[in-house]
């Protein structure tokens, strides 16, 4: 679409051009589509044109062939015709090989376009005259940015291989060929061929009970956008929960993690409650190995989770609240395009913190929301200010390097303010009503803001504005005089550190009994840049910070050990960069490294032994602070 468009937009400045000889040709139209007005509804992350020949439902026939680490076969996309007169169907690919496009066993034309960086190849097929079906012969590169191949050693239990997709924001596309936008929805069914010994699983209904055969049916019914098309294939077990929530994991951490999980369903009822019935029948968690980039991702019944938040005390599971509540916010109302992250992320996160306190009571909440604020003002301090935009504009740039604290944490601070100036009771109301309304649809920025203003603004139009509304939206920073989140549990951590940093406590007499992982790391979190040897050791000796089992502590206080070069803690460092790659927790830590020149040079090793372990995005993102 893209080239069509550079075309026609070539065509019309030619035409005016010539239309107007005394025009002095320096004069001559020297837009380019960057300086252009934006338009809101345009998904400028995909060449696809739903809004001339829209698919529906994809059927997928795939192979996982784990010694080529490729995905063989075919997607079988059914269509609709938007404008009649149309004859070609665009889709998204990204390092696909197509060896064949087919309706009905009579081959078709097609053409795979020159490769974008951030974006892949347009693949244009011709359509034929009649018929709603085409199927695509392909397979994936070994190199697919959308899934990670792992071998036995990367696992759990060491001795099966491993495979997983993560699709959001723009791979979907590097797993099968499609409509890669989320304003696009589809259906789904799937046959999945493994190895007989491995489970197949995908953001679909599960079956616990298959027979473990290596061929594997799914069926997702219900409209969802490609970015929550997500597999994974591995050996995989089934622990129940609840009537409706259950694990998804290798044995070995099978029981630890549906322990650690076990308020699954608790949340998921609460949620229920306050914001209407789950649309997805049932909500299960997939575990994956310690290389999955994210902390977790929503894929639709089957949430992806990292292992790294297993930390035996449940203090890390907001990120299941935060998961389960995606399933109305971002799944059943969805951003329409990528600038719109923030209505996914945003909302999320105000649930989220709905969730935890609903759950575990407002003290826990109030930790989160401080801590959540605090990452906040870092990224506000740290952004360009367009970067700090909610409706963000993405043009020309690549999803995954705009990731941050911004859409979530700016986004529910947002919604908290409106909460406070109108009641929680209300807001609860409106958000209910909110999600019902725009159930299975996908929405731009501009749609909720109209949705707001013949709602809230004019019901509540005592005490809320539009000029408000607007700067939340369309400005960078935090707009002044919103909610600032406060804790009591971190006034005596304050009062703690401060005492120590005097030196009228020694660390061992500091009282950290009773302490939550929360207090532990808002203490880390907030120690000024510079401490000496002799402070950072006197904190490692008291509180056997280098030895943290708590991936978030330990990741605040290496944080610290690299800001000072505390060297006893980097036989750790470096074990931590080569088994984790959750992006969230190595990229702070080589970022600070990249600083120094010889923290560069022991983040170079620490890369270059993890990188074979390393998902495509870990490495893509991370590369840049070694070279
Ligand atoms: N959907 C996101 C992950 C995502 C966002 C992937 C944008 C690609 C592009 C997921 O729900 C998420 O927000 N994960 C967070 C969880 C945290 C905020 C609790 C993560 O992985 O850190
Ligand atoms: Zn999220």
Redesign the pocket.
Known sequence: MKSIRYLAFFWVTTLLACSNPEQPSETKVQQTPKQTQIDNAKDYHSFANPDEVKVSHIDLDLTADFEKHQLIGTATLTYQKVDEQSETLILDTRGLTILEVTAGNVPLAFELQKEDPNLGSALRITLPKSGNQVTINYHTSKEASGAQWLTPEQTAGKQFPFLFT?A??VHARSFIPLQDSPQVRVTYTATIRTPEELLAVMSAANDPDTERDGVYEFNMPQPIPS?LIALAIGDLHFKAMGERTGVYAEPSILDAAAKEFEDTESMLEATEKTYGPYSWDRYDLLILPPSFP?????NPRLSFI?PTVIAGDKSLV??IA??LA?SWS?NTVTNATWRD?WL??GF??YL?YRIMEMIYGTDRYNMEAVLGYQDLEADIAALPDNDEILAIDLRGRN??DV?SNIP?EKGALFLREIEQKIGRDNFDKFLLEYFNHFAFESITTDQFVNYLDKTLLTTYADVLDKERIQQWIFEPGIPEGAPVPESDAFSKVDTARNAWLEGSLSAKQVDTQGWTVHQWLYFLNNMPDELNESQLSALDDAFQLTASKNNEIAHSWLLIAVKNQYKPAYERLHSYLVNIG?N?LVKPLYKELSKTVEGKAFAKRAFEEAKPGYHPLTVRVNKKFVE
């Open positions: 993560q959001q924001a970015y994210f902390g977790g991702m929503e990292t907001s990120l935060h998961e995606h971002g992250l996914n992320e999320t996160t989220t999803p995954d990731f979530y959750r969230k």
